[in-house]
Each structure stands twice: as structure tokens, then as C-alpha cells.
């Protein structure tokens, strides 16, 4: 199915959805996760949107694993408020995040440039008892080198040396 969206036809998305629905086979979220995947990946991020109401509609459950596909194309896509919003709304309903999701988060606040704010949230990650692993750390070090903020990366870097971390 990722294929499918990563060709440009969305439209036959659609109707191989419906024909499994017709068949007696409705997808299941492994497969809708996949589709969400392709969409935001060939960049029509509102037609996943759509379709993760379509799911949620069909009664099923979108899992931790469908929000941080949307939440990773929304912020790849330049939609960065849109992914924050999602995550806000997840963080109200009371999901557990995982690494996953804050550092897709970590990554979107830092290629928009705000740093603050990147760091801010891996405090709250920390805070929230999820342990950041060597991917997000490389990712707000490596932004801050690349912006210039050498003094903000060698601070993150010398503690997480203190920590253990490295």
C-alpha cells in the first residue's frame, strides 16, 4: 500500500480500502499505519488526516505507533503547530509517549529552529520518566552545531557525559 501512495495514486488507495472493507476483510491499523506512512511520505499529509478519521469512524483504536507517523509527517511536511497539536491533544488524553515520538518532536521544534524549545522538551521528556536514547540526543546536538550554537551543544554534550549517557 505504501506504493500505492508513494506513486501518486491515492485514489487507488481508496478503493483498495473499500474493496478489502466489501470483501469482509477490513484493514486492520497495521495496515492503515502503513497507508498513513506512504501518504505522509509522498506528502499529502491532509488526505492521511482524513484518513485517520475514516479509522477512528470505523471504530478502530489508532495506536502510539499512528500518531507518531502523523505527527513525523506533519513536521516533515513543514506543519509543525499541526504536530503539536497532536501531540498536545495525546498528552491531555493521557498516552504514554514514547522516545519515538518526543524526539520526532525534538527533530520538527530543531529544524524549524527553535532550540529552546527542543531543550525544553527533552526536559519534559526526562520529567515524564522517558529516557531519551543516542538518536535524539544526536539530533538536538547535532542542530545546535549546525546553528551555530556551539556553546548550547558542548553544555548538552558535557551532560550527558556527567550523566552516564556517553
Not at 495496515?31 to 482524513?50: E, F, M, P, Q, R
Not at 540526543?137 to 548538552?156: G, M, P, T, V, W
Amino acid at each position: 500500500m505504501t506504493d500505492f501512495a508513494n506513486q501518486g495514486e491515492v485514489s487507488d488507495v481508496w478503493d483498495f480500502i473499500d474493496e478489502m472493507h466489501d470483501r469482509g476483510q477490513p484493514a486492520n491499523i497495521i495496515t492503515y499505519n502503513s497507508l498513513l506512512d506512504g501518504l505522509c511520505k509522498s506528502h499529502h499529509v491532509d488526505k492521511a488526516i482524513t484518513l485517520l478519521t475514516k479509522i477512528k469512524n470505523q471504530g478502530i483504536q489508532p495506536d502510539m505507533y499512528t500518531y507518531t507517523i502523523l505527527v513525523d509527517g506533519l513536521c516533515k511536511n513543514g506543519r509543525l503547530r499541526d504536530a503539536q497539536e497532536v501531540y498536545q491533544v495525546l498528552l491531555n488524553k493521557g498516552y504514554h509517549l514514547d522516545a519515538r515520538i518526543y524526539t520526532v518532536m525534538i527533530n520538527g521544534l530543531c529544524k524549524e529552529g527553535f532550540f529552546d524549545e527542543a531543550l525544553s522538551l527533552l526536559s519534559k521528556m526526562e520529567d515524564n520518566g522517558c529516557t531519551p536514547d543516542g538518536v535524539t540526543y544526536e539530533i538536538i546536538i547535532r542542530a545546535l552545531f549546525e546553528s551555530n550554537r556551539n556553546d548550547k551543544a558542548l553544555k548538552l554534550l558535557r551532560e550527558m557525559i556527567a550523566r552516564g549517557v556517553l
